[in-house]
């Protein structure tokens, strides 16, 4: 088997955390040893759960860090599957290079833009997840439906952004840069209605 790195990417509710669930079940059934992570500091679902927002689930090893990967990873293992990649600090570009150069196959599902609808940077890191993407062998962009919705009307285009709402307006671009929820402080949105008050050129 050669290694190889795999990115499911796009914005909130287009199906990363599914299609990682997906792709893990049928490692498994094809025979594969796969070891399956999450960050520690996302507990929506549970503490060693990785959860879709259509409610599949799955057994995972919650980490603080990118480097119990490799303390914990397992000769035998051919698959590491990581969820919520942007939650990491950017040594993951290197663990994840090393993990494939040892010929196993990494996944890691993500978003790849924040609210702001820029690359989403590493934990404490300049560098961002579009580094990742560059690395990878296989890149899976997903989208979503936009749920903005006007007299009544949800506009029900491709949704390629993640729009943050707060107290039922669009968080401004000076807000915190994580803040994790789900459809109580997020939506997907497409280009024409993802609002960011405050960015800097509008």
Same mark, same amino acid.
């Given at each position: 088997?050669?290694?190889?790195?795999? $990115?499911?990417?796009? +914005?909130?509710?287009?199906g990363?955390?599914s299609?990682?669930?997906?792709?893990?079940? /049928? @490692?498994? !059934?094809?025979?594969?040893? *796969?070891?399956?992570?999450? +960050?520690?500091?996302?507990? /929506? @679902?549970?503490?060693?759960?990785?959860?879709?927002?259509d409610?599949?689930?799955?057994k995972?090893i919650?980490?603080?860090?990118?480097?119990?990967?490799?303390?914990?990873?397992?000769?035998?293992?051919?698959?590491?599957?990581?969820?919520?990649?942007? &939650?990491?600090d950017?040594?993951?570009l290197?663990?994840?290079?090393? !993990?494939?150069?040892k010929?196993k196959?990494?996944?890691?599902s993500?978003?790849?833009?924040d609210?702001?609808?820029?690359? &989403?940077?590493?934990l404490?890191?300049?560098?961002? $997840?579009?580094?990742l $993407?560059?690395?990878?062998d296989? *890149?899976?962009?997903l989208?979503?439906?936009?749920?903005?919705t006007?007299n009544?009307?949800?506009?029900?285009?491709e949704?390629?952004?993640?729009?943050?709402? *707060?107290?039922?307006?669009?968080?401004?671009?000076?807000?915190?840069?994580?803040? !994790?929820?789900?459809?109580?402080a @997020?939506?997907?949105?497409? /280009?024409?209605?993802h609002?960011? +008050?405050?960015?800097?050129?509008?």
């Amino acid at each position: 088997m050669h290694g190889r790195i795999e $990115i499911i990417t796009g +914005p909130m509710f287009s199906g990363k955390s599914s299609e990682l669930i997906r792709r893990v079940n /049928r @490692y498994r !059934i094809a025979g594969y040893n *796969v070891q399956v992570y999450k +960050p520690l500091m996302d507990n /929506r @679902y549970g503490t060693d759960i990785i959860a879709s927002h259509d409610n599949e689930k799955l057994k995972a090893i919650a980490i603080r860090s990118v480097e119990d990967i490799l303390f914990t990873l397992e000769e035998k293992t051919d698959v590491v599957a990581v969820d919520e990649i942007q &939650f990491f600090d950017e040594r993951i570009l290197y663990i994840a290079n090393e !993990i494939a150069s040892k010929g196993k196959i990494f996944i890691a599902s993500g978003l790849n833009t924040d609210f702001r609808g820029e690359p &989403f940077p590493f934990l404490n890191s300049k560098r961002t $997840i579009a580094e990742l $993407i560059a690395q990878a062998d296989r *890149v899976d962009l997903l989208s979503a439906v936009c749920t903005y919705t006007e007299n009544g009307i949800k506009c029900g285009c491709e949704a390629t952004k993640t729009q943050r709402i *707060v107290d039922g307006e669009p968080a401004s671009y000076a807000s915190a840069l994580v803040l !994790i929820g789900a459809s109580e402080a @997020y939506e997907a949105r497409c /280009r024409k209605h993802h609002l960011v +008050p405050g960015r800097p050129g509008k």
